[in-house]
């Protein structure tokens, strides 16, 4: 049994002795996951980009994964951890396939059993070093949540995950409503994915968004989003105040 | 988000300077940011000094700011002294007392000077941290030039035109802005020659798309609705 103090230093905790299977840092990072409740089920977005430090590294990494029939997992941090994440959830479908009940878990079991998971390395100051989220739609019922990297678990109309948090949600709040459709729901994650292009340093012009409805789930083609730099003020800012910004 | 300050601090930002046949072309990305946020995504990098120089700023915001400041006020009343434009050597030579005489004040700013003045044409300076000053026929700077070591030292050469000299420097730009999270927006460029100078935009929609990026779209709709019945289908 290690005996360790942890330390803070801001990015993670280190350890008076060395143990080759922690997660001190993160090296290779996902950045916002935004998902929506939508009229028939959940519509969720995320970017292909696996940021190493202040470099754009990896531009086509896949950040949402379908678990089953019923449900698509989302995840922001750390890839590797995530990666992992998807080798349990495949031995839990496959352990809950062997029962042969005509019973499949649903996106609320799956987030349950991550958070049981993601808690647990918590406690042993081992996180995985993830923000999660769920969403599907089960027997007619939408589910949509999310569990951050401390084991905090909660369920919304709209999540996000990271800088999503600060710049998606306000927007959500605002024009989030319950019986959005298909078109107006995309638009909307569009809305917060192009501010999130504009205002995330860690953000890359390549998304997916993912449909979940009662007939399954389906992750879109990656695709690029235009922007618009065509102001008068971006031409020449400095005109009249030499040497600002 | 998260300030480390005991990280090596790293300049967020990708500069660059090159002289030409003729002059310098300086260009800049747009971003400027605050941790991770990116605080304004078309801030100009690319001040003037005096008609004939100007500067590439990097590193930190403010100082970059203040020492551009006095060096342009400094090279205001040299002018009028001596009664012609300043030379591109003498407004280096300012930068450089400057951020040497400053270290100790932990000013954080990498600076690329370039100009064009009657006695030596165009000539480009690199100012790192530190205060040293290098006279180069190009010059790149803040964290994106990282990523534009290799790309110069293959694509540089002497005596190009006016043209592709541009060209070159939106190219270098343009591929730090695929990488460097720290830089991106819009790249700027000034051309300062005999005859002036030319100041000019690119914007991030009109660049060149580079390895794993996609041609932009309005929308996914418009994708679902141009392909056809089932394109959602895995």
């Known amino acids: 049994m290690t005996f360790m103090i942890p330390i803070e230093n801001g990015n993670g905790v280190k350890n008076a002795e060395a143990d080759s299977q922690r997660t001190l840092y993160p090296y290779v990072t996902g950045t916002s996951v935004v998902a929506i409740k939508y009229k028939d089920g959940i519509l969720m977005a995320s970017d292909m980009g696996g940021s190493y430090g202040s470099t754009l590294r990896y531009k086509n990494i896949e950040r949402m994964k379908a678990i089953g029939k019923h449900s698509l997992l989302g995840a922001s941090g750390e890839i590797s951890d995530f990666q992992e994440i998807l080798r349990y959830l495949d031995e839990l479908m496959l352990n809950d396939n062997m029962w042969d009940d005509g019973n499949s878990l649903g996106p609320k079991e799956v987030l349950n059993y991550l958070t049981r998971v993601v808690y647990n390395r918590r406690n042993k100051f081992n996180p995985l070093w993830n923000t999660l989220v769920v969403g599907g739609v089960k027997y007619g019922e939408k589910y949509l949540g999310m569990v951050s990297m401390i084991g905090v678990s909660f369920e919304d109309n709209h999540v996000a995950t990271g800088f999503g948090n600060h710049l998606a949600r306000p927007i959500l709040r605002d024009e989030w409503r319950e019986d959005l459709s298909f078109e107006e729901g995309v638009k909307l994650l569009e809305k917060c994915m192009r501010v999130l292009l504009y205002r995330d340093r860690s953000a890359i012009n390549k998304l997916q968004i993912a449909k979940m409805t009662e007939e399954g789930v389906t992750v879109s083609e990656p695709y690029s989003l235009k922007t618009f730099w065509d102001f008068k003020a971006f031409t020449n800012p400095t005109v009249g105040a030499e040497g600002s910004w | ?234």
């Open chain 2, 1 to 234: 988000m998260d300030l480390n300050l005991d990280a090596p601090h790293s300049m967020g930002t990708t500069i660059i300077g090159v002289t030409y046949n003729g002059g310098v072309v300086l260009g800049a990305d747009s971003r400027t940011s605050t941790g991770m946020y990116v605080a304004n995504r078309a801030s100009d990098k690319i001040t003037q000094l005096t008609d004939n120089v100007y500067v590439c700023r990097s590193g930190s915001a403010a100082d970059s700011q203040v020492v551009s400041d006095y060096v342009r006020y400094f090279l205001h009343q040299h002018t009028i002294q001596l009664g012609q434009p300043a030379t591109v050597k003498v407004s280096a030579n300012l930068i450089r007392m400057l951020a040497y005489n400053n270290k100790q004040n932990m000013l954080q700013t990498g600076l690329i000077v370039g100009g064009w003045d009657k006695y030596e044409g165009g000539k480009i300076y690199g100012i790192p941290l530190g205060g040293t000053v290098v006279e180069q026929p190009f010059a790149i700077g803040g964290s994106g030039s990282s990523y534009l070591y290799g790309f110069f030292d293959q694509a540089w050469k002497e005596n190009m035109t006016k043209e592709e000299a541009e060209q070159l420097v939106v190219k270098a730009v343009s591929l730090a802005i695929a990488r460097d999270g720290a830089s991106g927006g819009v790249v700027r460029t000034v051309i300062i020659n005999s005859e002036g100078v030319t100041r000019n935009f690119y914007p991030g929609d009109k660049l060149q798309l580079w390895h794993e990026e996609l041609e932009p779209q309005n929308s996914l709709l418009d994708i679902l609705n141009a392909a056809g019945p089932e394109p959602m289908a895995m």
